[in-house]
């Protein structure tokens, strides 16, 4: 432990080079581990959800029990708002712009999230994460907040990353100096730097996707995945289909392994025709992190992290991963289109 470097001592670190640094960024990211601590203890203890209850009913001294994903959205909000650094938060959870109070100390910072990503599993006791995206306001601090200070394009984040709640809690960012790793070391409560300078490997062997709605795919996104699938590839063998149905998993493995992960658009339903993952709290954190290790992240054609957002619940068909495999999708796209 003495010679580990906590996740505060590298924000601390990183933040002595950024010119002009104020100490608010560290603030903000304090906030955000303790909010990955207290999320990732009860996470922990969902397998006791019968016994201890998270069931959306009354508990004994009359107070409603949160469901998870509600608790960990409560936590975050809770928390980051009393930072003293953020003007407005944004939350899958939230229909709309959380902004902060006025009775509270704000700042420039803007944080968007997914509390509790694929929370459909916690009850399978499948790895589930938390995924964060931050950005600066662009408008006059002293002026109301505008939408377009919350709807920027993923280029302009200044930090993204994720908490994984798994067989170790980890916790992943990029502040645009490369992706860096940190595990919790549950006996002495600290993230430890576990993985510095994650770098995808250009080239993947596993595709992960929810092949269950190939049917409803574009034929472009269909040829992609015989791609995937043929001895004709660039590896000549198949690769291999790993499908968690948990975003942060199945980046996570795909970021250390390398790979490609695709949640293309469902033409079947009118109300997902673009896909179902979020722009602004699922794909452009990832994209910030993936471009950052290396890989590429595109909705089909295009960059994800040039994309100008229209709405906070915007949804895009997503393909990220290694270098190699997003640029065959790419590929295939731009010959067809
Ligand atoms: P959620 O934000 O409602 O949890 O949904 C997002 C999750 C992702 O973690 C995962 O990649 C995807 O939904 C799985 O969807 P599907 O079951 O359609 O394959
Ligand atoms: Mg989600």
Redesign the pocket.
């Known amino acids: 432990m003495s010679q580990q470097v906590t996740v505060t001592e590298h924000i601390l670190l990183h933040q002595k080079m950024v010119p002009g640094a104020t100490g608010q960024f560290t603030r903000l990211f304090n906030e955000l581990v303790l909010s990955a601590k207290i999320i990732g203890r009860a996470v922990n203890k969902a397998g006791l959800v019968d016994i201890l209850g998270f069931t959306g009913d009354i508990n004994v001294q009359g107070e409603e029990v949160k469901k998870l994903d509600e608790y960990a959205n409560r936590i975050l909000i809770h928390r980051l708002a009393r930072s003293g650094v953020l003007c407005a938060m944004a939350s899958?959870e939230n229909a709309d712009i959380i902004e902060v109070p006025e009775s509270l100390p704000r700042g420039e910072y803007i944080i968007v999230f997914?509390p509790l990503?694929?929370?459909?599993n916690i009850d399978v006791n499948v790895n589930i994460g938390t995924i964060f995206s931050i950005f600066k306001r662009k408008s006059d601090p002293a002026a109301a907040l505008m939408s377009s200070d919350v709807l920027q394009k993923g280029s302009e984040q200044v930090a993204a990353g994720y908490v994984l709640y798994g067989s170790s809690t980890m916790l992943v960012f990029t502040c645009g100096d490369g992706v860096h790793g940190f595990t919790l070391d549950p006996s002495v409560g600290e993230f430890l730097l576990s993985h510095p300078n994650i770098r995808i490997p250009e080239q993947g062997k596993i595709y992960s996707v929810?092949e269950g709605y190939e049917r409803y795919w574009d034929r472009h996104t269909k040829q992609v995945l015989a791609y995937f699938k043929s001895p004709q590839n660039a590896l000549r063998k198949p690769y291999s289909g790993r499908y968690i149905?948990?975003?942060?998993a199945?980046f996570h493995r795909n970021l250390l392994y390398g790979g490609i992960f695709m949640?293309p658009a469902d033409l079947r339903d009118p109300k997902k025709p673009t896909g179902?993952?979020r722009l602004l709290c699922?794909c452009n954190p990832m994209s910030f992190i993936v471009e950052q290790a290396g890989g590429l992240a595109i909705d089909g054609l295009n960059r994800v992290l040039d994309i100008e957002p229209d709405h906070l619940h915007q949804r895009i068909p997503f393909f990220c991963g290694s270098r190699n495999d997003v640029r065959v999708v790419q590929e295939i796209y731009e010959s067809e289109s």
Do not use: P, T
């Open positions: 899958e997914d990503d694929g929370s459909s929810n149905g948990s975003l942060v199945d949640y179902k993952l699922e």
